[in-house]
């Protein structure tokens, strides 16, 4: 059974830093294709931040420059360090982590930027 567990969210100002982790546990981590998404109140879900099996990563134009997206395949994990955060960044960020045909999710994390 695949589980994703997202943690890091949390109250920040303006300006200010978080670093969020994604761990997935009950398959082969180094297969996976990894987003990060958001959801703002009211809004879709958007994709943020993707980091594919091979390395390469990807990101949202909003976000280019302050955000990055990595993996350390021993700890099954990938973080999303996200800097100089605006209040527009506010939202719950999921992991989906992707293996082949199917997707997992994990239940999210609050991040609120705000003075």
């Known amino acids: 059974q695949v589980q994703v567990v997202e943690s890091g969210g949390g109250l920040v100002q303006p300006g200010g830093s978080l670093r969020l982790s994604c761990v997935v546990s009950g398959t082969i981590f180094r297969v996976l294709n990894i987003h990060w998404y958001r959801q703002a109140p009211g809004k879709a879900r958007d994709l943020v931040a993707s980091i594919f099996n091979e390395g390469t990563t990807d990101y949202a134009e909003p976000v280019k420059g302050r955000f990055t997206i990595s993996r350390d395949n021993f700890k099954n994990t990938v973080y999303l360090q996200m800097n100089n955060l605006k209040p527009e960044d506010t939202g719950v960020y999921y992991c989906?982590?992707?293996?082949?045909?199917?997707?997992?999710w994990g239940q999210g994390t609050q991040v609120t930027v705000s003075s």
């Open positions: 989906c982590a992707v293996e082949s045909i199917y997707n997992y």
